[in-house]
């Protein structure tokens, strides 16, 4: 995270738009645009993947960083950080699924998979207990933060350069994979010292407790909880378009969002609108974006009255898991279908099987790859590797995690392309 250095000229940006813009124009956001988000991607039919719901999550980001700024101007009048927030916040939702591997939501798991019960298992007496739960529980946001801090080989010091309180804001959960539940941790061994510097600097406090562990960045809450309302929300609309939930289900889930007597004009508005609108798609829509616009309002509304306990970094949970009725109640039906109903549909399972089969067969090839580089079918399958995945260490440890980078960093179509080309089932110029 060393500052890059330029020539001085005028500034025509802050530092922290310079971070949006980093962001924007590099190549492992535009990768996104062939990562799986839930849904395959569909030839006739337009749904979400990882750079769209990306780019929803930064304006949703950015409507809650700006809204929170009200509170915080109040309170720290004299602070110059405070008018950035709304980009901070927005560009931090721009790269927070950065370090996700392809084929949507299973690709971590695959990851993981391969080591607890794959071709990997062999290295974990040869890996301290920390370096084996990077890979066991392998982890997106962790890998944001590597993708954006880390100088791979060949590229510039420090990464993207971006600012300290744009990549706090990133990390969901700021402790080691050690503590991690639910498969969720917020830095590598490999990143420890960069997140501890980051943290020094922005005076986060450290949490008590024998592995590395800090409390959360006040910001991180407004990228989570624009996170948490963009993917339950849209995934509906997208469940809705592809056939899997019916119009009326959808719009009974959206509409359990308002309270009958307290919402009873905005009830009214959407009926007369809904009579208006006869595209069903349409209807889906501007009933989505007001579910959106009710769940931002509520969301300020508990980051303002929590403001003191997320600053201090005591506030347990999350904004939107403070929701109270009747958005929670909906929100907990929301989840329940979306489980139940739309990640367990045969489509969405369907890729994930697929994902556990093509990450562990290309890990398997590229670990092996890497560990054993002496062989002469594994300096075959080295020559494939882009320069910056070269390994700059000979620790076991950094080897993998070189695969590891390259397998992640993947789109889904480029995946299954080198996959099949490894397998023998399709070669160039060969009919």
Known sequence: MEEWKTPARPEDRTQFQRDYDRII?????RRMQNKTQVFPLPEHIFVHNRLTHSLEVASVGRSL??????KTVAENPDNPLIPEIGTIVSTACLAHDLGNPPFGHSGESAIS?????????EFKEKLTPSEWNDFTQFDGNANALRILSHQFSGKRPGGFALTYPTLASIVKYPFESPL????KFGFFQSEKEAYTKIAEELQILRAENEHLSFRRYPLVYLVEAADDICYQIMDLEDACKLGILSYDKVKELFLNFYDP??????????EETLRRVSDKNEQISYMRAGVIGKLIRESIRIFKENYDAILSGNFDGTLIGSLQ?????AMKQVKEISFKEVYAHRTVVEIEIAGFKIIGTLLE???GAFVEPDNKYNKKIMSLLPEQYHPQSESLYHKIQSAVDFISGMTDVFALDLYRKIKGISLPGVV
């Open 25 to 29: 124009f590099s190549s492992p956001f």
């Open 65 to 70: 960083g700006n809204l929170a700024v009200e």
């Open 113 to 121: 998979n391969f080591f607890k019960n794959g071709a990997g298992k």
């Open 180 to 183: 991690a539940t639910k498969q």
């Open 261 to 270: 007597t307290e919402d009873s004009r905005a009830l009214k508005s959407i």
């Open 325 to 329: 009725n009747p958005q929670a109640t």
């Open 365 to 367: 090839e590229f670990v």
